[in-house]
């Protein structure tokens, strides 16, 4: 988790770079977790985008790894995005592009966890907040492992995604 919210602080970072006025803003993206049945709920986060209103889509300096979702949990974060430069403005989405290296694990046995559409379109946050210039945010994502794994009916595991922004801070 929290190399997932250094990826998503990076991001932010270097959209606010971008900006038309040159004038810029700083981000750092953390990633959280709640508590779930589950031994391990392991993500491979590949890269943090962001969509700036005036930029479109802006790829961040992203942590990558395997998160453990389960390590995130009570006030222990993980950074995805560093502090990054972004241009100032509206961001209005925020998607994590995941690896083929996603797992579950139940009863001391890892199952693939299957993500479709997030190894190429990305798992979508909705963000919608004005990022003022001269300034330093941080951003809290909260991956809800417990409601995004789901067991089907012939046993295997899929991750339909619960993720959403527990909070955003100026610093």
């Known amino acids: 988790m929290i190399r997932l919210c250094t990826l998503l602080t990076t991001a932010f970072i270097f959209a ?57 949990q009570y006030d222990v974060t993980t950074v995805l995005v560093n502090e990054g430069t972004l241009p100032a403005g509206e961001i209005n989405q925020m998607r994590l592009i995941l690896g083929s290296n996603n797992t579950v694990m139940v009863d001391s046995v890892y199952y693939p966890l299957k993500t479709p ?34 067991k089907q009916g012939n046993g295997d595991y899929s991750l339909k995604p619960v993720i959403t922004v527990a909070g955003i801070v100026e610093l």
């Open 16 to 72: 606010a770079g971008c900006s038309k006025d040159g004038r810029h803003t700083q981000l750092t993206v953390r990633m959280k977790d709640a508590p779930g049945d589950f031994q391990k709920v392991n993500v491979e986060v590949l890269r943090v985008e962001v969509h700036h209103a005036g930029s479109g889509w802006i790829a961040l300096s992203t942590n990558q790894g395997i998160y453990d979702l389960l390590t995130l």
């Open 117 to 150: 559409g997030a190894q190429q379109s990305g798992l979508k946050i909705n963000v919608n907040t004005t990022f003022d210039a001269d300034e330093t945010y941080e951003l809290l994502i909260d991956f809800d492992a417990q409601k995004s794994v789901i």
